[in-house]
């Protein structure tokens, strides 16, 4: 039985002004403008996993609106983590809610991003179910890693031994976000690929591979799962919950597990994936103008200005001279950076933290 996973619990700061803490990046429609980036996650794999077998999650800022997002799961199929854990915390606590839901001892667990793009849907769906087949026949982890197309920093990186578009590859190391000339140096070499922290797992395999090289994460999923079984009221399972999160070490699951299991796998794979890290990755996502521009705005005007992204909601945006800039402009915030320095969105917000505390 296949079950999904989707993390969705992000606040999507390099997407500040658009992306906030209740509707962060995977709720706005990025790329599509009728869907959501999780709403299209979600669209994307429920011709091979019916709704009822696709788990979001999220926290409890988020959880109401993906909900209404994502009305056709069913409601407690958002699973609400009460604090942020990291990756580890996150997905062992989805599979223990996944195992209590569906009681089925057979399941294998695809753990997918909410806010990915994937352009050929049907090949992605193909190495899915791929993936969760050789995952059960050799109980071994299996990972995605994208076939590189140019030296990329923001990603990081799987070692293989040979890379074959579609042929699973025992995985010989991970490796942390390189600089420019080591990731240069990756993809002449041929066996790099890019991490892109989907991967497919049987349940009784994670939480496997938990007690080996994460024993006390594995206790404390033990102790929540025995959580429904107490004669407890909701409000105090609540907080026992709360309790036993706290006591989680922040960590993710490529440094808690990935790194050291010795029974994964990669598929590499082409079929068109963007992890839509930033502002500039729309480039490589949306169409142009004749100026080389992504025009989101309501009305643009450009006069000697190219190669810009423009993103507004109401407003007349006009560029006089200008090239190579990232223009956001919602109700509550106006953006204006160079692309090369959209990175640094995240000092905004820290500066803007900084004022909120002297107020």
Aim: net charge negative; hydrophobic share 40%.
């Amino acid at each position: 039985m296949l079950a999904a996973f989707i993390m969705a619990g992000g606040s999507g700061e390099r997407f500040w002004p658009l992306s906030t803490k209740e509707r962060p990046k995977q709720l706005l429609k990025l790329i599509d403008e009728n869907r959501s980036l999780i709403r299209t996650t979600v669209d994307r794999i429920l011709p091979i996993i019916s709704a009822d077998k696709i788990f979001i999650g999220t926290n409890a800022i988020q959880a109401d609106a993906i909900r209404k997002e994502l009305s056709d799961l069913p409601y407690d199929n958002i699973i609400v983590e009460p604090a942020f854990k990291d990756t580890a915390a996150a997905i062992g606590y989805g599979a223990v809610k996944i195992k209590e839901k569906l009681k089925d001892e057979k399941i294998t667990m695809v753990v997918l991003a909410s806010d990915h793009i994937i352009k050929n849907e049907d090949n992605f769906r193909k190495r899915i179910v791929g993936a969760s087949e050789i995952a059960m026949e050799t109980n071994s982890i299996i990972t995605l890693g994208i076939k590189p197309n140019k030296p990329e920093t923001g990603y990081g990186y799987i070692e293989v031994k040979e890379a074959y578009i579609g042929e699973p590859s025992k995985v010989i190391r991970f490796w942390e976000k390189p600089n420019l000339e080591r990731a240069e140096e990756y993809v002449e070499a041929g066996n790099y690929l890019w991490n892109s922290g989907m991967f497919v797992i049987g349940l009784d395999m994670i939480m496997g591979s938990f007690e080996k090289y994460m024993p006390k994460h594995f206790k404390i999923f033990n102790k929540i799962s025995t959580l429904k079984d107490k004669n407890l009221d909701s409000e105090s399972k609540t907080e026992e919950l709360k309790t036993l999160f706290e006591k989680f070490e922040k960590i993710s699951i490529d440094f808690g597990i990935m790194e050291k299991a010795q029974n994964i796998q990669v598929i590499p794979v082409d079929f068109g994936w963007n992890d839509v890290g930033s502002y500039p990755a729309l480039d490589e996502v949306l169409e142009h103008n004749e100026n080389g521009t992504v025009n989101r705005a309501n009305e643009l005007i450009e006069i000697g200005s190219k190669n810009n992204i423009i993103i507004g909601t109401k407003k007349i945006i006009a560029t006089i001279g200008l090239e190579d800039l990232v223009v956001v402009e919602t109700k509550d915030a106006l953006l204006v950076c160079k692309k090369e320095r959209a990175q640094d969105i995240k000092k905004v917000l820290k500066e803007i933290a900084e004022r909120e505390k002297i107020n």
